[in-house]
Nanobody
Framework: QLQASGGGLVQPGGSLRLSCAAS????????IAWFRQAPGKEREGVSS????????LYLHSVKGRFTISRDNAKNTVYLQMNSLKPEDTAVYYC????????????????????WGQGTQVTVSS
C-alpha cells in the first residue's frame, strides 16, 4: 500500500511538498500519479511520472506550479506545489501501477490499481 503525507493549511501563494511512499516495502511501481478530489467534484489527475519514461504529465491548471519527482533511493515520490491557489484545495491521493501506462491513461483514475490514503491540502487566508 501507499502512504501520502505532507498536506496542511497554507495561505494563497504558499508552498507544500507532498510525499508518497510504499508502506513496508519498496516503491516498486513504474507509474506513480497524484490525484485530487475536492468536495462535490470528481477525482482528477494532477500529475504522473513513469520510472521508465521519465516524462512528467501535468494537469493544465497546475503546469508551471507543481513538480513531480521521484527519489528511488528513498522509495518516495514527491509533489512540490508552489504558488498555491484556493482552487487547489482538495484531498490529494497518490496511486501506482506496476507498469508504465500510455500517456492518455496516465492521469485517469481508472488506470490505477494501488492507492494510498489521502492527505488534505487547504489553501486559504
Amino acid at each position: 500500500q501507499l502512504q501520502a503525507s505532507g498536506g496542511g493549511l497554507v495561505q494563497p501563494g504558499g508552498s507544500l511538498r507532498l510525499s508518497c511512499a510504499a508502506s513496508g516495502g519498496d516503491l516498486d511501481y513504474d507509474q506513480i500519479a497524484w490525484f485530487r478530489q475536492a468536495p462535490g467534484k470528481e477525482r482528477e489527475g494532477v500529475s504522473s511520472l513513469s520510472r521508465s519514461d521519465r516524462r512528467p504529465l501535468y494537469l493544465h491548471s497546475v503546469k508551471g506550479r507543481f513538480t513531480i519527482s521521484r527519489d528511488n533511493a528513498k522509495n518516495t515520490v514527491y509533489l512540490q506545489m508552489n504558488s498555491l491557489k484556493p482552487e487547489d484545495t482538495a484531498v490529494y491521493y497518490c496511486a501506482a501501477h506496476q507498469n508504465r501506462l500510455i500517456r492518455s491513461w496516465a492521469l485517469e483514475p481508472r488506470g490505477y490499481r494501488v492507492w494510498g490514503q489521502g492527505t488534505q491540502v487547504t489553501v486559504s487566508s
